[in-house]
């Protein structure tokens, strides 16, 4: 874990009520681990978190939109990441996620969720793990790994609800 990582301000526990004891401040990135990857999106206050859903959910890729910190969290443990140099900081970098709210552009190597936090944060869009993919071929494979973990696990979920509904 880098040093500009808080782990465990914002724990699983926490996430289900968000009770935190000290509630993010608006325009804080927030990281979830995934399996193989890292979920990027940024607080925008109120329990409320802007991302690109992307694959988060399934294959099908998803908008920029704003959820409930539960559904960004989606059972994994939340990390805010420290970017001190960041050139937008609380409400500007609010406002400039809310602007592409809706946004359907999802492109995995070129605009995914990591690439929207940044451009929100920085003005300019990058991904580290992209980056990290193309100078170490077992970080794309551990993330290609992940991304078909989490499609298998939304595809469980939507016939396990089809059943129910049945």
């Known amino acids: 874990m880098s040093t500009t990582q808080q782990s465990g301000l914002i724990d699983q ?4 009520g968000f009770s935190f004891d000290d509630e993010p401040a608006p325009g804080t990135e927030l990281v979830t681990l995934r399996s193989g990857y890292e979920h990027h999106g940024i607080y925008a206050g109120n329990g409320m978190v802007i991302h690109y859903a ?18 960004f969290a989606a059972g994994h443990e939340i990390t805010i990441r420290q970017n001190p140099a960041a050139r937008y900081v ?14 359907d552009q999802y492109r995995l190597l070129t605009n995914n969720c990591e690439h929207f936090v940044t451009w929100c944060l920085d003005g300019r869009a990058r991904s580290r793990q992209v980056q990290a993919c193309f100078a170490h071929p077992r970080a794309a494979c551990r993330a290609v ?8 696990a939304a595809q469980r979920r939507s016939h396990m609800g089809a059943a129910l509904a049945a």
């Not at 526990?13 to 289900?16: E, F, G, K, L, P």
């Not at 988060?56 to 910190?69: C, F, I, N, T, Y």
């Not at 790994?145 to 298998?152: S, V």
């Open 13 to 16: 526990q926490a996430v289900r």
């Open 54 to 71: 992307g694959f988060a959910k399934s294959l099908d890729r998803g908008p920029v939109e704003e959820v409930s910190v539960e559904q």
């Open 90 to 103: 609380g409400m500007e970098a609010v406002r400039r996620a809310r602007s592409r709210l809706g946004e």
């Open 145 to 152: 790994t992940g991304l078909f973990r989490a499609y298998l």
